[in-house]
């Protein structure tokens, strides 16, 4: 039983910020690379940003210099801080998690429920 639980999404204006966060939970045995993908209607799913457990970081080109992600491992929990925003970032951002579940034989991807990210004036 794992969730991930994703806040800080909504409505912004072109220039401004946001800051989402996703918290990991459940019977969670250990967290490898946690992200971010976002998916606009119409488009493919397509990677933002990811980070390793020691905090190695890597983002997509367009929103390199404007998105940084970071990451709590006491907390397990994710965030994404975006500024400069553009209309082009509007999306469902969703969060992902490469983990292993107490009992589990495999590591693999979970995903949160995703949240809306509109940039609009």
């Known amino acids: 039983q794992v969730q991930l639980v994703e806040n800080g999404g909504g409505l912004v204006q072109p220039g401004g910020s946001l800051r989402l966060s996703c918290a990991a939970s459940?019977?969670?045995?250990?967290?490898?690379?946690m992200g971010w993908h976002r998916q606009a209607q119409g488009n493919e799913r397509e990677l933002v940003a990811a980070?390793?457990?020691?905090?190695?970081?890597n983002y997509a080109d367009p929103v390199k210099g404007r998105f940084t992600i970071s990451r709590d491992n006491a907390k397990n929990t994710v965030y994404l801080q975006m500024n400069s925003l553009k209309p082009e970032d509007t999306a469902v951002y969703y969060c992902?998690?490469?983990?292993?579940?107490?009992?589990?034989?495999?590591?693999?991807?979970?995903w949160g429920q995703g949240t809306q990210v509109t940039v609009s004036s």
């Open positions: 992902n998690a490469n983990l292993v579940t107490h009992g589990g034989l495999r590591r693999s991807n979970y």
């Open positions: 980070i390793t457990t020691s905090g190695n970081t």
């Open positions: 459940g019977s969670i045995f250990s967290i490898n690379d």
